[in-house]
Nanobody, 119 residues
Framework: QVQLVESGGGLVQAGGSLRLSCTTS????????IGWFRQAPGKERESVAV????????SYGDSVKGRFTISRDNAKNTVYLQMNSLKPEDTAVYYC????????????WGRGTQVTVSS
C-alpha cells in the first residue's frame, strides 16, 4: 500500500502562483511514475502533469503547458507541481497518484488539495 499526501493548495488571485507537494509513505518513488490530476465540480478528472521518477521525463496536459512545472526532490521523496499564471479555470481539487512506470492505471491516490483561483 502506498500512501500519498498532497499539500500546498489554497486561495490565490488570477495570475498568481502556488506550489503543490506530494509526499509518500514509501522510501522511494523509484520505478514509479507520479501524476498530478485535477477535478473541478461537474467536470471529469483531468491529467495535469506526469513525471517518471527515475528519468525525470515529464509530460503535461495541453491546458497547463507553459504555466505548470512538475519536478521531484529525490532526497525528500517529494513531487512538486509549480503552478504559475493561474486562471480561474484552474480551480479544482488536485490529486497526486502513482503507478509503476510500465502500468497504465494509477492504483494509489492521495486525498487531494483544493486550489481556488479568484478572478
Amino acid at each position: 500500500q502506498v500512501q500519498l499526501v498532497e499539500s500546498g493548495g489554497g486561495l490565490v488571485q488570477a495570475g498568481g502562483s502556488l506550489r503543490l507537494s506530494c509526499t509518500t509513505s514509501r522510501r522511494t518513488f523509484s520505478s514509479y511514475a507520479i501524476g498530478w490530476f485535477r477535478q473541478a465540480p461537474g467536470k471529469e478528472r483531468e491529467s495535469v502533469a506526469v513525471i517518471a521518477w527515475d528519468t525525470g521525463a515529464t509530460s503535461y496536459g495541453d491546458s497547463v503547458k507553459g504555466r505548470f512545472t512538475i519536478s521531484r526532490d529525490n532526497a525528500k521523496n517529494t513531487v512538486y507541481l509549480q503552478m504559475n499564471s493561474l486562471k480561474p479555470e484552474d480551480t479544482a481539487v488536485y490529486y497526486c497518484a502513482v503507478r509503476l512506470i510500465a502500468a497504465r492505471e494509477y492504483p494509489y491516490w492521495g486525498r487531494g488539495t483544493q486550489v481556488t483561483v479568484s478572478s
